[in-house]
């Protein structure tokens, strides 16, 4: 097992992987920016090292600070968390490199997944259901106009490199597509160097539906079912649940399996996400692969019991995955609420600043991942995401009704935050009833 993590992130998610790596038995550092230098997070590592100034270009991006930071704490391994150089296979290469353990897939799985053609390609092979489009990137632009005229209008254009949501056309007709194809070659191109795009289906009414998989470097692969996460805002996750509410559960067997065979082929070590569109029928269809942790990854573990970050350690200190798939079970239902310092009313305008008051809910079935608490002054260069509250309940309506109570229990000032917005949501009949796509909260803020 590993001596010494360094975790190369920031706020709750610091905190969660010092959680585990202590549960373990094993040392942490914290490399920080001078803006975080107060971060309560910090007071739980065992060391830290400060690696610059707040822009994260310059601090929680430089792969060579990070680097020395291990080198002279003497880490032999480095947790990356969820964004920042989370999915960054160069990150990972150089980690290798020199001789420090990346806590997550081998670079070459992360680029085979990470790139969108080539993860589609093994999908296919492994029967993980993808969208009717182009066989991989266009090369020839009448070539996808006569797939699209096959598969039907709409269609979406998308960059096999994309990332955030960039990159994207929907095009509603020939005339559209063409021009889509070319606008979205040069965004690619200027984006992420590499103009490569590809057509396929798009779904007007859809939910978001994601497996959560582990995989070790002997073989193994399993998934710990699904999440639900089609509550959101400009494509910003802002309620999760596991398990998906509704889904036959044949089909939910179905395209679970075949997410663990694709990150199986993928010889892929660690937690991966395949990320799927479901519509009105039920079909599936794969989105892409988060080759990470996720922020919602707490749900999953609230209903299998199964602790995902400090599975991802033993992974990558070379154990085997401790239980088979026939081990692993769900039980009740699990929600999750992001709570952002943002104010709902005002364009969700981010709350930097000083929380002066902080009450947190607590009781049997709540959990909360946060950084913050009274006293904690939010810097303004990051996320906006203060705490994650979740819940678990027997079912999907107690857990609802138990999500409430805590809402209204959940105290913070005088900072804004989105937790008037999720109560409010959680008494929304598109919620409730599970009758929801991933536009509703959207129409329904419009309103
Ligand atoms: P990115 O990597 O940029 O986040 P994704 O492939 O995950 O790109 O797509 C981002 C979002 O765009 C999805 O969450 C979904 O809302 C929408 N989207 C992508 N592809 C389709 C599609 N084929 N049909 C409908 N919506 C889509």
New binding site residues.
């Given amino acids: 097992m590993f001596k010494r993590i360094l975790i190369a992130n920031r706020g709750e998610i610091a905190l969660r992987v010092i959680r585990a790596a202590k549960e373990l038995g094993i040392g942490t550092v914290c490399v920080y920016s001078t803006a975080d230098r107060d971060g309560p997070w910090l007071e739980h590592a065992d060391q830290k090292v400060c690696i610059g100034p707040p822009p994260a270009k310059d601090s929680y991006l430089r792969i060579d600070r990070i680097i020395a930071a291990a080198e002279i704490t003497h880490a032999d391994a480095i947790h990356p968390g969820y964004g920042f150089l989370s999915e960054n296979a160069h990150f990972a290469e150089v980690c290798r490199d020199c001789h420090i353990q990346f806590i997550g897939p081998s670079p070459e799985a992360m680029s085979q997944l990470g790139d969108?053609v080539n993860c589609k390609r093994l999908a296919k092979r492994t029967g993980t259901p993808v969208?009717p489009g182009t066989d991989g990137a266009i090369e020839e632009v009448d070539e996808a106009v006569r797939v699209a005229h096959e598969i039907g209008f709409p269609v979406?254009v998308?960059?096999s490199a994309?990332?955030?949501?960039?990159?994207?056309r929907i095009a509603r007709d020939e005339s559209q597509l063409r021009e889509g194809i070319e606008t979205a070659q040069r965004e690619a191109l200027a984006a992420f160097g590499n103009g490569a795009v590809y057509v396929?289906?798009?779904?007007?009414h859809?939910r978001?539906f994601e497996v959560q998989t582990l995989g070790d470097n002997h073989g193994n692969a399993v998934h710990l079912f699904e999440r639900d996460c089609s509550s959101?805002r400009r494509?910003q996750k802002l309620v999760e649940e596991a398990p998906a509410p509704g889904v036959d559960p044949e089909k939910r067997r179905r395209v679970c399996e075949s997410a663990a065979a694709l990150i199986r082929a993928a010889k892929y070590c660690g937690a991966a996400t395949c990320?799927f569109?479901m519509d009105r029928e039920q079909n599936f269809?794969m989105?892409?692969v988060n080759t990470r942790v996720q922020v919602e990854h707490p749900v999953t573990e609230m209903i299998t019991g199964v602790d995902i970050v400090k599975t991802m350690i033993r992974a990558a200190a070379g154990e085997t995955l401790p239980f088979t798939q026939d081990e692993i079970s769900a039980k009740g239902h699990a929600i999750e609420c992001r709570i952002n310092a943002e104010d709902p009313d005002r364009g969700f305008m981010p709350q930097a600043g000083l929380i002066e008051r902080w009450s947190a809910p607590s009781g049997p079935g709540i959990r909360l991942d946060s950084h913050a608490r009274a006293g904690y002054r939010i810097p303004p260069n990051y996320d906006s995401m203060i705490g994650k509250l979740i819940v678990h309940g027997a079912s999907r309506d107690a857990a609802i009704a138990k999500m409430k109570d805590a809402l209204k229990a959940f105290e913070i000032g005088p900072i804004k935050t989105t937790i008037p917005l999720h109560l409010k949501l959680m008494d929304h009949p598109d919620f409730r009833n599970a009758t929801f796509d991933?536009h509703f909260v959207e129409r329904w803020l419009k309103k």
């Fill in positions: 969108k969208f979406i998308k960059a994309g990332g955030g949501g960039r990159g994207m396929e289906k798009f779904l007007e859809a978001h959101q494509h990320e569109l269809y989105l892409e991933i």
